[in-house]
């Protein structure tokens, strides 16, 4: 009785000495970074000609929004017709 309740606890201390030492890193391998070569969004609203209301409002989230919808309501109009 006396060895099954040593080998058990030494079964429990030795399953959480290696839960313990074995960790995750954070930090992804050097092959899975990555660099964002695309346009960013800044850069697209300041070309597009759809969002010039939207830079010469100062570019708030609310007239983000409010253009965005009258973007799509002139679209939805240009597809019925």
């Keep these: 009785m006396k060895t099954t309740v040593i ?5 429990v201390a030795a399953l ?3 839960l313990c030492t074995t960790a995750c890193s954070d930090e992804p391998d050097a092959e899975h970074y990555y ?3 695309g346009q960013m969004m800044s850069e697209y609203l300041n070309s597009s000609e759809d969002f010039s209301e939207f830079r010469r409002t100062g570019g708030t989230l609310r007239h983000a929004l409010l253009v965005w919808l009258i973007h799509l309501l002139r679209t939805h109009q240009r597809s019925r017709i």
């Design 16 to 18: 959480c000495g290696m």
């Design 7 to 11: 080998k058990y606890w030494g079964c």
């Design 35 to 37: 660099t964002f070569t």
